[in-house]
């Protein structure tokens, strides 16, 4: 595939050789109409050569501006000596392209950051003799983020055990393991919140785990928190207001007292 690719400098040579002869010779009209079939049969082979090339790099997102990501020159086997005469480049339709290659040395770089959020996949418009892929590899850089803004819900004392109080949610932007989220309760929370509520750290579903009496708390604050499963985990807090709703399970109480009478 890249021999193709370094047949259209050769090719061009060529041509250019065989001009100069037609003008030397005396039969012009024949060396002409031969030089103009040879003209068909290299455009032919440059049109084949264009959409067999192709180069693929992989980078990180948010490398630094001049970030080398490939030797084109050396990749294609051309060159470098002619690249700046050939005004070889990369065309983007953008006014600010990411990449952009020296002429000098044929090396492809980066010339401005790059967010994979943003743009996922980097894909300059074909033109001249190959198309380059450049996928950009997901950092984590995004922390988990919870549907809500606020959780509160009431519940009844005595709920049974196991009883699902609420379900919280969030997602993250990253990529692969970068973008899984697992809940947990906070370090910081209580052993008493620890004895009465549980969560599912794959659903975030908070359940009943202990006896819940309105007469002993009647609110319970709870920090959840949501971390992915990147290699340096990123984690956001949330609080959740539990308001305990009382119950009619005590029976009133008779207390009973004696005056006594002394008629002394």
Known sequence: MLSSVKSL??????VSTLRAKCLQTENRRHMYFAFGCFIVLVLALLFWS??????RYSIPEEVKEGT???NIAKDLGIDKNILKDRKYRIVSSDVDPLFNVNQNDGMLYVSRIIDREEVYEGKPPKFGNMNILIHVLDINDNAPVFSEKDYTV?????APLGTTVMKVNATDLDQGSNGEV??????????QILNHFN???LTGAITVKGVIDYEDKDEYEIEI???DKGFAPLTTEKSLIIKIIDMNDNAPEIEVTSNSYCDC
């Open 9 to 14: 400098f050769v090719l061009e040579r060529l």
């Open 50 to 55: 264009v959409a067999s090339a192709q180069l």
């Open 68 to 70: 080398v990501v490939g």
């Open 154 to 158: 009431a519940l009844n004392e005595n």
């Open 182 to 191: 697992m809940y947990s309760l906070s370090n910081s929370v209580s052993q």
């Open 199 to 201: 969560i599912d750290s």
């Open 225 to 227: 928190q949501a971390s």
